[in-house]
């Protein structure tokens, strides 16, 4: 019973419990409020009629008195009231109320009567008054005033009861709601930790807390789905691009621990020295893009002017163009900034002079482009080389991911896979557009020009 209270449905029996407590408040004050505002105009009613009859006979005396009694019964309807007038001893003068004399002047709330002609008995609400040679009572039966209060009563009791009953069909309804919605939530975690990564929650399109609860977990599920397809592919292009570079080192050592020959031994010594360095390269690579991949909230967010670091990119990289018989053209928009990391820009766009200069022929052009547009810094990289089958362009941002042609060249495939990581930590994009001969890097970022 406890953990009834902590469900849903038990908290909006809460609540349609304390709005019932609260219209039985409103209810009983209301209630209050509107009897006295009757009582009060009862007894306006009565004084008017002591005070009117009073006036009357305010020369005359009990006869006065008398007559204006009788005249009013004569006339009397259901509303009239009821008169009572006894002398100094007790004795009756007029009127038809029947009543015991109360000892004190003033309104009595509740004094019991009998009529003495329609022998109706009842209880009245009068008001007491001392006349010269006698007493006069002025009453108003309360029967009516009853009435109104038992309609009070039974309008209030079924409100409260509306209320109560109003309130738990809500509660059963929004937490029949709230545990259905909660079981596709709750359907779809299952199924991730069984292992489909691919189920996501499904939204109404209402817009609710729900569906935006729905769409924080899915992209949350998406993240996750990346982060696991991601690591499922570093652990398979690692197992298998190292496999080559560790069997050479194997045999490396094995050869140099059957080896006799002192310079032999030295050279088999050194040449495994530079395939672990190796390695140790591609293990860094590795790490610095997985870092880099998660720098996206982290990121230090400085003013960077990106047109200036683009020259001097190409002033340090023109010389060795030059030297490998290939050329760097520019044309790079002045004043572009962004807010960023500048030395991973600067590793990015190295990344991208070093494979135009790595894996295109003698002889090629490679042109450097950068402007703005639609508020993003457009970045390009390409060259008139003979460029990259259509079917390889798409895993070309794959960690060791390599060209067939660039096989025999140097490098583990691991340049653009970092291009793309430090784009994505800046909020912007890297493709390689398919069209045209050649081979093109294209990178957006946001600008904050």
């Known amino acids: 019973m406890r953990r009834f209270w902590r469900t849903t449905t038990g908290l909006i029996t809460v609540v349609a419990l304390v709005f019932a407590l609260a219209t039985m408040a409103i209810g009983a004050i209301a209630y209050e409020v509107t009897h006295e505002a009757l009582e009060q105009q009862l007894d306006h009613r009565i004084a008017a009629e002591t005070s009117a009859l009073l006036a009357e006979a305010r020369h005359e005396g009990l006869p006065a008195l008398a007559a204006g009694i009788h005249r009013r019964e004569a006339a009397r309807s259901t509303a009239s009231l009821e008169y009572l007038l006894v002398g100094d001893h007790g004795e009756p003068i007029a009127g038809a109320l029947g009543a015991e004399v109360p000892a004190r002047d003033g309104f009595e709330e509740l004094l019991a009567y009998r009529h003495k002609v329609s022998g109706h008995e009842g209880i009245a609400q009068a008001l007491t008054t001392r006349v010269p040679g006698g007493t006069l009572i002025v009453a108003a039966d309360r029967s009516d005033l009853n009435e109104i209060d038992w309609a009070l009563g039974r309008l209030f009791a079924a409100a409260l009861a509306a209320t109560l009953v109003l309130g738990l069909a809500a509660a059963g309804f929004i937490g029949w709601v709230t545990r259905r919605r909660l079981g596709r939530i709750d359907a779809t975690a299952q199924a991730i930790i069984d292992g489909d990564l691919t189920r996501r929650i499904a939204l ?131 004043g572009m900034t962004l807010l960023g990391d500048r030395r991973l820009l600067n590793q990015a766009l190295a990344n991208l002079l070093d494979n135009a200069l790595r894996h295109t022929p003698v002889g090629t052009v490679v042109d450097l482009k950068a402007c703005t547009r639609d508020g993003q810094i457009i970045l390009t990289v390409s060259d008139d080389g003979p460029g990259v089958a259509e079917a390889e362009r798409a895993r070309l941002f794959r960690r060791f991911a390599r060209a067939e042609r660039s096989r025999s060249t140097e490098g583990h495939g691991l340049g653009l896979s970092m291009v793309k990581a430090i784009a994505l930590a800046h909020g912007g994009t890297a493709q390689i557009p398919a069209h045209g001969p050649g081979f093109e890097v294209q990178v957006r970022l946001p600008s904050s020009t």
């Open 204 to 334: 109404d399109g209402s817009g609710s807390e729900f569906d935006r609860l729905a769409e924080t977990l899915n992209g949350m599920l998406d993240r996750i789905e990346s982060l696991m397809e991601n690591l499922r592919q570093v652990s398979s292009d690692v197992a298998h691009d190292l496999r080559t570079p560790l069997t050479r080192l194997y045999s490396s050592l094995e050869r140099a621990d059957a080896s006799d020959d002192p310079a032999d031994l030295h050279r088999l010594i050194d040449s495994a020295r530079a395939q672990s360095a190796g390695l140790l390269e591609i293990f860094a690579a590795v790490l610095r893009i997985a870092e880099v991949e998660g720098l996206s909230e982290k990121l230090p967010r400085q003013h960077v002017d990106v047109s200036t670091l683009l020259e001097e990119m190409v002033e340090t990289y023109a010389p060795d163009f030059e030297d490998g018989d290939r050329m760097l053209r520019h044309a790079i928009q002045p």
